[in-house]
């Protein structure tokens, strides 16, 4: 299995609304990073990861909140968001050890749209 | 702090031309990685090919190359007899050893034309 998948595809919520995107890979890589972006624009980094603890917060709103619930899952849990939280929301995971770096690989990504 | 500048926002050629995608960076590491990533219509993040800062041979996959000056730090990506799959954003991609943020261009829409 080579791919990271992320479910929903397609979201719209209410800014009242509390929802939760999913990213799953077994790759047994152990880094695990969410990303954020708008059309146009190359994604900007929200959080990382790194053997299921977290190690970068990109100083997002309390309103974004990621989980790590074991080697293979990551969540984000949505709370009141605003209407500027629309966007792409693309998950990645990446090798941790060895010497080669790979890169990233990214799932498709959850289209959000808030209303 | 490193960054990466694309200074070509769109490209356009015809189907079977050869294109070539600027990229330069900004660094003081003397270890890292390059990438050119590609995003087609569908959204996904796909990888194109990668490049070790201490490899002086360039990069290559089938239909791609990529040409690594250190010194210049430029890594500009070429694709031979483009397609229509082709079309896409392009965006190249920097990492220093042992780092675990991957740093971005703005990117380079690329579209090839029948």
């Known amino acids: 299995d080579t791919e990271v998948t992320q479910t929903p595809k397609h979201l719209v919520m209410g800014m009242t609304n509390k929802k939760s995107l999913k990213c799953e890979q077994h790759m047994g890589h152990r880094a695990m990073y969410w990303y954020k972006q708008k059309a146009k624009k190359p994604p900007e980094l929200m959080f990382v990861y790194s053997y299921e603890k977290l190690s970068i917060n990109e100083s997002v709103p309390s309103r974004f909140s990621p989980e790590c619930p074991n080697s293979s899952l990551l969540n984000l849990h949505l709370h009141a968001l605003q209407p500027e939280d629309s966007a792409l929301y693309l998950c990645?995971?990446?090798?941790?050890?060895?010497?080669?770096?790979?890169?990233?690989?990214f799932g498709s990504g959850t289209r959000l749209t808030v209303v | 702090a490193q960054t990466v500048t694309q200074s070509q926002p769109e490209m356009s050629v015809q189907e079977a031309e050869t294109v070539t995608l600027s990229c330069t960076y900004d660094?003081?590491?003397?270890?890292?990685?390059l990438f050119w990533y590609k995003q087609p219509p569908s959204r996904q993040m796909i990888l194109v090919i990668r490049?070790?800062?201490?490899?002086?041979q360039n990069a290559t996959e089938n239909r791609f190359s990529v040409n690594f000056q250190k010194a210049a730090k430029s890594f500009s990506l070429k694709i031979s007899d483009s397609q229509l799959g082709d079309t896409a954003m392009y965006f190249c991609?920097?990492?220093?050893?042992?780092?675990?943020?991957?740093?971005f261009g703005q990117g380079t829409r690329l579209t090839i034309n029948p």
């Open positions: 660094t003081s590491e003397n270890n890292y990685y």
């Open positions: 990645a995971s990446k090798q941790l050890y060895g010497t080669v770096n790979y890169g990233y690989t």
């Open positions: 490049q070790e800062a201490y490899k002086q």
């Open positions: 991609a920097f990492m220093t050893e042992g780092a675990q943020k991957l740093v």
